[in-house]
């Protein structure tokens, strides 16, 4: 008989210490644990969380693939998922995670190994069940945890843990008291293609979280559908660095209907409590609702939005309530109120907001097509009402633009006293670049009327930018404090003349002198 080779039995060896990583590689199994015979030695616990728990601890460095097979599981321990760690079901149908407890949280995607640089893991492919959406529970918590009533307790989620970079794909979250939630140490999150339904609230940053250093950074939520929460739809708190981008997403009926105010009134979307730095971008999204659709107080910018509903707009009045001036602008998109009684789109006791080129309806009570209060307004389709009628303190500018301003419903006509100035010195121009300096300043006086806070004030004179791609433009109160107006928009595009924009920020009385600097490059 020929003696085995020892090369062949060396290389049979290694095979066989190799091949549990390999079944690593293709995901630990914690719903083996319910096995009633032989189940993995690992296993530890009575239900899927705590099984889950024990196989991420199994994986190689903590890190790598747990996928729980279809089936449906009663859940009553917080599953912690470390970032690097993929925590994966067969489907939002096939995969049902049923969370028992009236507190805590289902998931928590956190640990202590500090700031990430990528997304190194995700939870996707399951739909994850609550006790209902009265309970101080949440679907899914990032970051440490606040201490809040729907976080986590920080002994399961101590506060100094990290939950950046992380990946929510394609769940289904319903029937906890909030949906989503975030904690400390959050930043560069995605929720993708998941539907959050039927809870208490539907996704939220606590200012707690959002005023602090290490939280809100570039949160995007894609693709998702945000519906039939009790609460909120998303709720951002009044924070420092915050923005969340949301790109091809819906807010459909978060909230109760026909309620006027407290806290049991929800909108859509919630950018803040009051004045903040927040932002928040929606492009490409839908909302649906009879009432409260946007609340801002930081910045909020909205892009070619279908918005529609509106039938309940009269319990407030209005259905947008910007109260950070200057800070929220809408361009293109369809925005439509469909209250038959009285309740237009913008609160006329707002703040300064600017819409360009966006279709706009609301019931015959309502003029200039729904937008009312202090608006920047250019509207190509022509809905919107002649300056004639325009309210007080609004700014509507239809068709080609001229050189005026309104107050207090009459046209202010200004008298341009001074072309192009001359400048006392070259600008310096960037090394490489060859450039030909425009710059001076020139004074005009307003009209009849005098300008009240939230004017919008256009002139327009001959050209002096030829055509420049970088322009700067500041008007000055020549007469009384020297008062900074607020800068709108500069158009330097035409061949013959030049048009700045001017926010009035403080009262201007009539025949006011109002000096303007400006340079281009």
């Known amino acids: ?82 970032r690097c760690v993929n925590l994966r079901g067969a489907s939002g149908y096939g995969t049902v995670l049923s969370y028992t407890p009236t507190s805590g949280c289902s998931i928590v995607v956190g640990d202590s190994s500090g700031g990430s640089t990528y997304p190194p893991g995700a939870v996707e492919d399951l739909r994850i069940v609550g006790p209902g959406s009265t309970s101080t529970t949440c679907g899914i918590y990032m970051g440490g945890s606040d201490g809040s009533s729907t976080a986590p307790s920080t002994a399961v989620d101590p506060a100094a843990n990290f939950g950046d970079h992380a990946n929510i794909n394609r769940l289904f979250i319903t029937q906890f008291g909030m949906g989503v939630q975030y904690g400390y140490n959050t930043w560069r999150d995605t929720l993708f293609e998941t539907v959050i339904t039927s809870n208490g609230a539907g996704v939220s940053m606590p200012a707690i979280v959002a005023s602090s250093t290490l939280s809100g950074e570039n949160m995007a939520i894609v693709n998702t559908s945000i519906q039939n929460n009790a609460g909120v739809g998303l709720f951002v708190g009044t924070g420092l660095q915050v923005n969340f981008n949301v790109t091809d997403s819906s807010f459909d009926n978060n909230g109760p209907t026909g309620c006027t105010s407290g806290l049991g009134c929800s909108w859509q979307i919630q950018n803040g409590t009051s004045t903040s730095q927040n932002v928040v971008a929606m492009k490409g999204g839908y909302i649906t609702a009879q009432d409260h659709w946007i609340q801002n107080f930081g910045t909020f910018h909205a892009s070619g939005n279908y918005v529609t509903g509106g039938q309940s707009a009269a319990v407030l009045g209005y259905l947008v309530d910007n109260e950070n001036a200057a800070n929220f602008t809408v361009n293109g998109g369809q925005w439509f109120d469909s209250s038959t009684t009285t309740g237009c789109i913008t609160n006329p006791s707002g703040q300064l907001s600017s819409w360009y080129g966006v279709l706009t309806t609301a019931p015959g009570a309502c003029a200039n097509a ?152």
């Open 1 to 82: 008989m020929k003696k085995p080779s020892t090369t062949l039995l060396a290389l049979t060896f290694v095979m066989i210490i190799a091949a549990p990583a390999s079944l690593f590689a293709q995901g630990v199994n914690p719903a083996a644990c319910a096995a009633i015979s032989n189940p993995p030695n690992w296993c530890s616990g009575s239900d899927i969380g705590a099984w889950t728990n024990h196989a991420i601890a199994q994986l190689p460095s903590g890190c790598g693939e747990v996928y729980i097979p279809a089936g449906t599981y009663p859940q009553t321990t917080s599953i912690v998922k470390p």
């Open 370 to 521: 729904g937008l009312q209060g202090p608006i920047v307004l250019f509207d190509p389709f022509g809905t919107i009402a002649t300056p004639s009628t325009v309210f007080a303190r609004n700014a509507a500018i239809t068709g080609t633009v001229t050189a005026t301003g309104f107050s207090s419903n009459q046209a202010v006509t200004f008298t341009i006293q001074a072309a192009a100035g001359t400048g006392a010195t070259t600008p310096v121009c960037a090394a490489g670049f060859a450039c030909t300096p425009n710059y001076g300043s020139l004074t005009f006086t307003s009209g009849s009327a005098a300008l009240a806070v939230g004017d919008i004030v256009k002139v327009s004179w001959t050209n002096v930018f030829l055509h420049k791609s970088v322009c700067v433009v500041q008007g000055v109160d020549n007469t009384a404090s020297g008062t900074v107006l607020t800068t709108l928009a500069v158009d330097g595009g035409s061949a013959t003349t030049t048009a700045a924009f001017f926010y009035t920020s403080t009262p201007l009385a009539a025949s006011h002198s109002i000096g303007m600097d400006y340079v281009c490059f």
